[in-house]
């Protein structure tokens, strides 16, 4: 009977929605689910959904979804499969015009459990880590079948609790001379809370990846059978991997011996191509993810490894790579998973120092460089382990479909579990009969991928979904017998040291130190008196800038490192590092304007880094198409070191360039502008009161040297007047009663008279006060004696002793072209001629 006519006939399943009468696309392109009318001609043929009972559905339908985010026109989009219903609210931020990294319109809260909604896990999560601790020498995969709930008839036995059996009912067993098929497993789950099952199923993973080991968490099971729901859960039921995320903070806050650094990545498999779900979706669709090198020594690339730090941090990129994943509405599941999708998370971690905490965690001793590069000690030296953490959705296994588009992703989701399989099959077969035959892991990229873990160095824990229906007897009893296969794989999974470099925790820690070594040099030197060092004023901001830079980049790689303390102080829950500008207000503006200086000068430096790094990257020689395998993966793995260097520098970037500075900025500019602005106005003022003085002074200067040129022109003119009218008084002819002169040597002493009141007046000028504008003060000096009339001197009496003398008295010495303005020239009618 063919498996359409198996469906028609399976008349227990309810109706998953209605549909239109032909494929899952209407005409306009848009997906059939939101324009399906009632009562269409298939409904009734194999357009089912099989029931949920009614509790899980009044979960699913009460499923609050996080607001969708608008797409930039323009914007390169990952082509979604056709006929793929964007799911409302889970709109990559990639589309958006904002940051990646700015997800303050999706709220978070609403798609992730966080400290608040999933309960109170700490008291358990030391139970758990001893558990984990305790099962280091587990060799068996743990298989767990998990029920979905039904309103349906029931195929199978529902086993009482802490039963691990799974039987078929008797009724629906085929051969009935033989006994209903009776599968044992290490846990059989059912029920809708999601808890459980991961305390299950997953937790000891968790906890022995954070110990060391590598880990895997798959959910495989037929379409609509639960697994989406296992692994990633929904606001009320947060699954397996927004529980793991929230262990693995717990068990570093509970590790206060070791150091950690976390780098996660997300993927999928889709119609046998990888993609990056973290990639932007452009470069993604343009540069497939390549399986690299071979055997159990195989790495991806390119692929995008964030830091993450915080569980907001995991969030936000879960939040990034769920938006991209490939989803389609399929005859059976709403929301079908239509790839294989594998969130991973690598962690480094190494033991802490003896030395004292709060001088920083201390790295250890280094070998002096070795041709093969720097190395870490390892006498006494804490070495690096790696492990990884991998949580794998798989697609579900195809039925025949109506939809040509859903029957290609099919065949490929259905070639590559064959392949899971067979692969698995093989496994199990070798372990049994201790033989080490050929496993085709190169026959699909997600058995590729996987072989270093299923060649026995990783801990696995698979969890099988079924859908209890009677009319999935088939691929539940397919499911089944997948999951009895795997329990008899081999496995034995070894922590992994490495005492190299090529950690990035170790590459981090090393930069670290390079950096405070710097520091500490630059700060002896600049303890040194300024004097001796003769530093310019812009030798010394150059030299404070530098350090500035140094201390900003260690504390930038110290906040990637996580430590108990770290993630105490960050709850958990903070992606935000410690702000690199703690602004103390009660700084002056010039320390505050430093500070901004220093900050938008760090943002250059970044940019600068980034720019020196893409060169690097663009300047790599390209390889010839006929150069060995090995050097290509080696450019490779180098080119894939660069990019995350790059993707790191990238986001201390993106997050200098955020809020954290804008708002600091925007606080100090307030703080100090006003200040700035009154001390250019003080300074304008006095620069203006300076240009005054000196031109008063200037203008004081003149007037003495030519006063005093006038006293020595006045003092020779008069001593010549005394003499001469001294010969007239005595002389024959003009009787001294006709002139009105000045007894003789009067003007001698007239003159010497007015000298000593000049001098006096001199002296007390005033003094110019500091404060006030020299403008205002109005110099109080006597009238020059060029400017007024000498008693009973006039210009008449000057020509007169002007003909006496026959020539001018002017000397010619004092440099005037022409005559002074003497009071001598006044009033004619003193002197009648
Ligand atoms: N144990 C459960 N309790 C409540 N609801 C469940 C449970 N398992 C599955 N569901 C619901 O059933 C529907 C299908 O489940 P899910 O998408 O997880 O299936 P799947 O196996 O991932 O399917 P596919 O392979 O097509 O992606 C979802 O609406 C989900 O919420």
Known sequence: ?????????????TPKRP???????????????????????????????????????????????????????????????????????????????????????????????????????????????LRALNQGKDDKVLVSIRIRPTDSLMAWEMPPSQTKTIKLQHQHHKNSGTASPEFNFDEILTGSDNKPVYNAVARNHVCAAMDGYNSVVF????????????????????????????????????????????R??????????????????????????????????????????????????????????????????????????????VFRLVIESRERGEEPRESGRQTPGMRPPTPGGPRLQSIGGRSVQTSVLSLIDLAGSEKATSDKERTREGKYINTSLL????????????????????????????????????????????????????????????????AQRIKKVQLNAKKKEIVDTDALLERYRQEIEELKKRLAEKEKEAEAPVKSRRLSAREQLDESKAMKDLNSRIRQLSNLILTSQTVDINKGDESRPSSPMKIDFDMSPYQLQQE???ARREIETQATQILSLEAALLSRPELPPDAPESEKDKLLSEQTK?????????????????????AVREDVEKEWIAKVEHEVRVRQEKEAWAAELVRQLDKEKKMRIQLEEERRALAAFVMKFDSLTSGLSTGPGIPASSFHMPTPGGAAAAFAERQRNRVAAASSLPVVEETESPVLNRLKVEPSLLEEKWDGMDEESFEIVERIQGSPVVPKRSGLTRRPESPLRGGKENLPL
């Open 1 to 13: 009977m063919s498996m359409t006519s198996k469906l028609a006939k399976a008349v227990p399943f």
């Open 264 to 341: 996660c990545s997300y993927l999928e498999i889709y119609n046998e191509t990888i993609h990056d779900l973290l990639a932007p979706p452009s470069s993604s669709v343009s540069q497939p993810v390549q399986i690299q090198g071979s055997g159990a020594n195989v790495w991806l690339a390119p692929l995008r490894e964030e830091v993450v730090t915080s569980l907001k941090g995991v969030r936000e990129v879960l939040e990034r790579g769920w938006g991209n994943r490939r989803t389609a509405t399929t005859d059976w599941n709403e929301r079908s998973s239509r790839s294989h999708s």
């Open 19 to 129: 549909h239109s009468s032909s494929g899952n696309t209407s005409d306009d392109g848009r997906p059939k689910s939101r324009l399906a009318t009632p009562g269409s001609a298939l409904s009734s043929v194999k357009k089912y959904k099989s029931a949920l009972s009614t509790e899980a559905r009044s979960r699913t339908t009460s499923k609050v979804k996080p607001p969708a985010l608008p797409s930039v026109p323009g914007t390169p989009t990952r082509p979604k499969t056709p006929n793929t219903p964007t799911r409302q609210g889970y709109e990559s931020p990639i589309h958006d015009n904002r940051s990646e990294m700015d997800v303050s319109r999706v709220d978070p809260e609403e798609v992730l459990v966080d400290f608040q909604n999933v309960g109170d896990v700490s008291g358990e999560a030391d139970e758990a880590m």
């Open 596 to 598: 901004l200086l220093s």
């Open 642 to 662: 660069t990019i995350r260097e790059l993707e790191i520098v990238v986001r201390g970037y993106e997050e200098n360039l955020g809020e954290p500075l804008r």
């Open 419 to 482: 392949t899971l399989g067979s692969v698995i099959g093989k496994l199990a077969e070798n372990a049994m009969k201790n033989k080490t035959d050929h496993v085709p892991f190169r026959d699909s990229k997600l058995t590729r991928m996987l072989q270093p873990s299923l060649s026995g160095n990783a801990r696995i824990s698979v969890i099988c979904t079924i859908n209890p229906d009677i009319n999935a007897i088939p691929e539940s009893m397919s499911t089944l017998l997948f």
């Open 219 to 262: 959910a495989y099971g037929q379409t609509a059978s639960g697994k989406t729901f296992t692994l990633s859960g929904d606001e009320d039921q947060p699954g397996i991997i927004p529980r793991a995320m929230k262990d693995v903070f717990a068990y570093i806050r509970r590790t206060p011996s070791r150091e950690y650094l976390l």
